[in-house]
């Protein structure tokens, strides 16, 4: 949150979901009534409690598939080939945008500082057009 309200970007919702698809999707849905963008940290791994990617997915109309590319590739740079675990995504459902992202501090601030925060108003006015 800080990293967003530090780049002016205000916080319209904040809550924890347990590892439940059917939870997460509720609550992407319910964030999408008042927000622009909903970024969701965690459940993006391997692991048999990861389903955050399986919640989000079909509520995307479309996905920006350079998200996933590129958060891969700089995390490549820090953390080596551990980064191919990742299953970030990012799309647009109704014209919002959705971002999933590993819930590690250092991929938080990664995706949210290098990707997100440079890119959103961009991603939105296209989605938008």
Not at 58 to 80: A, V
């Amino acid at each position: 949150m800080h990293l967003l309200e530090g780049a002016g970007i205000g916080v319209a919702v904040y809550t924890i979901v347990p590892d439940r698809t059917d939870a997460i999707r509720s609550e992407v849905i319910r964030a999408l009534e008042t927000a622009d963008c909903v970024i969701l940290n965690g459940g993006t791994g391997l692991t048999h409690d990861d389903c955050t990617i399986e919640a989000v997915l079909p509520l995307l109309d479309k996905r920006i598939d350079g998200f996933g590319e590129l958060f891969r590739m700089l995390s490549y740079q820090d953390i080596g080939t551990s980064a191919l675990l990742s299953r970030a995504v990012a799309g647009i459902s109704g014209g919002k945008a959705i971002f999933c992202v590993p819930g590690s501090t250092g991929a938080v601030k990664l995706a949210t500082s290098t990707l997100i925060i440079p890119e959103i108003t961009h991603i939105l006015t296209h989605a938008n057009k």
